[in-house]
């Protein structure tokens, strides 16, 4: 219908078409001749006007002439001077008015040779006047038998018939360019008719062309929409009959999987098994077209709605991998979730409908790699305040789809391979149902894959916020904890390590055994062992249980924690007892069964007491290697870290473990002063800069309460700001000593053991010199990232690939800091309130300057001392790609570090 439709209108289109071409056509010619027309008539207009001029300028040069005459016989007659001047202005006026006669006919030869002629006439009518004056001083009645005379009569003479002649032409030329202006205007009149005509015959005639068209397409139109209302109902009739008959054969096969399951609880012999066991597979397989054909079915007749209740998001997602982890170990596939930090786990929406497009998705990826990795990722892709929209890719590394086959794979009933000899079963309908569920869900779908490359399939969806209380953390209970991960594979490696980061733990990981073993053995060496180890149990030359034993052999059983990261079937409890494994964990990795065999593992007792060296949890093959390491007094002493900036807490209680205090930790002044009326810490380490109440305000109200106690506890100033004076700011609030913000491992060492090895008396002189305020010269030419200064300032020994893994730890979660932080300065910003944006500039300040991120540093000292607040959103946005800038240098020094251990520079890593 749409062709002849098409058809019928094509020649009444075409005649329309050539209609208004014919139209335009006159309507331009129009254009252009009132155009033509207007110019001439202004050239005519332009012309009479100026030979108007001529006629007042010959007009005026004749009442000039003839009053200079009057004014000379005058004088001659009476003597009077004033006549004779008046004679004079006269002819200065005539002399005028023949220059703007030269200036005015410069177009016309006749009328310019005229002017010459009159300027002849007025040099000898002044030359005749002077001798008029002359004579008239001398002899009265000489000069006046000159006037009038044969001269004086002779130069009016010609004066006035030049005149005249400039006259006549002048008229002449006027009333010709009057006729012609005439003429021109009465020209453009009828064209200005004739052209509202021609638009005024158009709009009725495009009028008529318009209705007439109308009418045709509101006659096309009900014929279509009642086509369309046969193909509608057409549809509906179709699927209705479909989910009928899908319904209809679910019934007899809920009795025939219903029943083959019952048969397999039996006694059955070995071949009567395996014929149950194909009749259950095929049953599954036949229950799974019929699902899909219900679902297209009910989406095709728009019966299909989606529910909204709250659920949680991680079981919903490692429910669906777990479902299908059997198939993927059939095939030694490796299954991987991986949901990231910032995506909320509890929503509202339907999760079975996710549940099942990951079914799909995840089962294909599965069906079409051979070897290789499934891997699962969850990603948070935008959020407001009521609603969050999540990014779901599944991952392999299968056979790829071709670029021209991507366009088609989610419509119905297509395969990438639709022959008859096709290698992998299916209906066609999998892709095509997961597509219409994701719209409905408000997202989309699509693909990123090249043949033989493997594929990503993806999908979006929004889902409703749930407020709900954040169950207890594990962090602050685990943080600085060491973990060791192996597992050789790369992407499962990184998911369990980032899992653990998350717990707080300080997490190493490496591929192989041998890897292992020297790591446990480094650790060992330098006094700070490994607690927890989670081992996968299938590794290329050496397994996991056979790794634990030469573990257990060499003297690490009472230290360190093993968890064992096994497929089904798992060990038996004695045999994991046997070998001294503190729990197991099956694959795919569940984040909750990794937590509670943590728990479980990190809640035993550990062998060595309070008083037991380190040294002594060595093994003695160790031992001998490292040689006697005995750790000094401050083992026994415990430190207050107050401090809000996560990234400096890490550092900080860093540092101090290596040193052998032990600390305590919070993140406001209200928190300290409230921990010091139950506790008693050995020296105090105070940021200046904290919520609630400053560091300053902090120590004068703990100095106001040892007057009563009588007890004096160091209190050490950790600040970024080294401007001057901020050591006497610290001194005259009550502190002992005074860090400047970024510091180093041995000054902080330093000036703890003199603060703590002195008794502190009203007059003390002052902190030790363990500042070292930056230079504001030096700081403008800072470099972007000084990797000596962030070896120095994080404690770390660039040796292995461990410490690398820990520095990105520290420098990943210092970059979410940054974001945060600069999110709340935004706000800031956009509320006006400079305080806090000051704050938070000496907050990121101190992390920036501790990790050697100088450029950013400075960059955010300019925004907290600036007095100017007008520059502050360009500086803000400097910040924004200064800590991205200072990322990238990162990478790039840390990588050359780790893989040029030999040639590595102390130099900063770029400026």
Not at 617 to 634: H, I, L
Request: aromatic share 4%; hydrophobic share 40%; with cysteine.
């Amino acid at each position: 219908m749409a062709v002849n439709l098409h058809r019928m209108q094509n020649p009444r289109g075409h005649a329309l078409a050539a209609g208004f071409v014919a139209v335009a056509l006159i309507l331009i010619g129009l254009l252009v001749a009132s155009s033509l027309t207007v110019r001439q008539l202004r050239s005519a207009q332009a012309q009479a006007g100026q030979s108007l001029e001529v006629l007042q300028l010959v007009s005026s040069a004749e009442d000039a002439a003839l009053r200079t005459r009057l004014y000379t016989r005058g004088y001659v007659i009476t003597g009077n001077g004033t006549d004779m001047e008046q004679a004079r202005q006269q002819a200065g006026r005539l002399q005028d008015v023949l220059g703007q006669l030269r200036a005015r006919t410069q177009s016309s030869p006749s009328q310019r040779e005229r002017v010459e002629q009159l300027e002849e006439v007025l040099l000898e009518g002044k030359a005749y006047l002077e001798r008029i004056t002359e004579l008239r001083r001398i002899d009265r009645e000489a000069a006046l038998e000159m006037v009038p005379g044969p001269v004086g009569d002779r130069l009016a003479e010609n004066l006035t018939r030049v005149l005249g002649a400039m006259a006549e032409e002048a008229r002449t030329d006027f009333n010709r360019f009057a006729t012609l202006v005439h003429t021109r205007t009465r020209t453009l009149e009828w064209l200005i008719v004739f052209s509202v005509s021609v638009i005024l015959l158009l709009l009725v005639t495009t009028y008529w062309v318009v209705s007439s068209e109308l009418n045709q397409r509101r006659r096309l139109t009900l014929q279509l929409e009642h086509a369309r209302d046969a193909a509608l109902n057409l549809a509906q009739k179709k699927s209705d009959f479909l989910a009928n008959m899908s319904h209809e054969i679910r019934t007899p096969m809920n009795g025939i999987i219903g029943m083959i399951e019952l048969l397999l609880r039996t006694p059955l012999n070995a071949n009567q098994r395996d014929l149950a066991e194909t009749i259950r597979y095929s049953a599954d397989a036949l229950l799974v077209v019929v699902n899909d054909i219900l679902d297209f079915s009910k989406i095709e007749a728009g019966k299909l709605t989606l529910e909204a209740n709250e659920f949680d998001l991680r079981d919903t997602v490692e429910q669906s991998t777990e479902t299908l982890a059997a198939a993927a170990r059939e095939k030694s596939l490796e299954l991987v979730t991986l949901i990231y930090r910032d995506v909320p786990e509890r929503l509202c929406g339907d999760a079975g409908r996710v549940r099942q497009v990951l079914l799909n998705l995840v089962g294909n990826a599965i069906k079409f790699t051979n070897k290789g990795e499934v891997v699962v990722r969850v990603t948070k892709q935008s959020e407001t305040d009521t609603t969050v929209v999540l990014r779901f890719s599944v991952t392999d590394t299968g056979i790829g789809i071709p670029k021209e086959a991507q366009t088609d794979i989610f419509e119905a009933f297509t395969q990438l391979d639709s022959s008859q000899s096709r290698r992998f079963s299916g209906t066609g309908l999998g892709l095509a149902i997961s597509k219409r569920l994701v719209k409905l869900m408000g997202g989309d779908i699509g693909v990123d894959s090249e043949a033989g490359k493997g594929a990503t399939f993806w999908f979006t969806a929004q889902f409703e916020k749930v407020d709900v209380s954040q169950p207890p953390s594990t962090y602050e209970l685990w943080f600085g904890t060491r973990a060791l991960v192996l597992d050789d594979n790369t992407t499962n490696r990184t998911v369990i390590a980032q899992q653990l980061t998350d717990f707080g733990f300080f997490c190493e990981a490496v591929a192989t055994a041998q890897e292992a073993l020297t790591a446990l053995r480094k650790a060992a060496i330098s006094g700070h062992p490994f607690r927890v180890a989670i081992l996968d149990s299938q590794m290329p030359t050496m397994d996991g249980l056979s790794l634990i034993r030469q573990i257990r052999a060499e003297g690490w059983s009472d230290e360190l924690a093993c968890i064992l990261l096994t497929t089904p079937p798992a060990p038996s409890g004695m045999e994991l007892a046997q070998i001294g494994i503190a729990a197991c964990v099956t694959k795919p990795l569940r984040l909750g069964a990794l937590k509670e065999a943590l728990r479980l593992a990190l809640g035993k007792p550990r062998a060595k007491t309070k008083s037991t060296p380190i040294r002594q949890t060595v093994p003695p093959a160790v031992q001998a290697m490292a040689g006697d390491t005995q750790p000094g007094d401050a083992h026994h002493r415990s430190i207050l870290l107050v401090e809000d900036n996560p990234v400096n807490q890490q550092v900080a209680q860093r540092m101090l473990k290596i040193l052998g205090y032990q600390v305590v930790t919070v993140a406001t002044g209200v928190e300290a002063l409230a921990l010091l009326q139950s506790q008693q810490p050995d020296a105090i380490l105070m940021d200046c800069q904290i919520p609630e109440m400053d560091g300053y305000t902090v120590t004068m109200r703990i100095r106001e309460q040892e007057q009563v106690t009588g007890r004096h506890v160091p209190i050490i100033a950790l600040t970024a700001n080294a401007l001057q004076g901020e050591r006497e700011r610290c001194l005259a609030a009550g502190m002992d000593d005074y860090l400047s913000k970024p510091f180093k491992l041995a000054e902080l060492e330093q000036v703890l053991k003199q603060c703590l090895s002195r008794v502190p008396t009203a007059d003390t002189d002052g902190p030790t010199n363990t500042d070292h305020q930056p230079d504001a010269d030096a700081d403008r030419d800072a470099v972007l990232l000084d990797m000596a200064a962030f070896w120095i300032g994080t404690g770390i020994v660039a040796t292995n690939q461990a410490a690398g893994d820990l520095a990105r730890q520290i420098m990943a979660t210092f970059q979410s800091d940054v974001a945060n932080q600069l999110r709340h300065m935004q706000t800031a910003l956009a509320q006006g309130d400079e305080q806090t944006v000051r704050v938070i500039a000496h907050r990121l300040r101190g992390s920036a300057a501790q990790l050697g991120a100088r450029r950013l540093a400075h960059a955010l000292h300019g925004i907290e001392a600036s007095p100017d607040t007008t520059d502050w959103l360009h500086q803000v946005q400097t910040v924004e790609a200064l800590a991205e800038a200072t990322r990238a240098a990162f990478d790039d020094a840390l990588h050359r570090e780790l893989t040029e251990p030999s040639e590595r520079q102390t130099q900063p890593a770029s400026s």
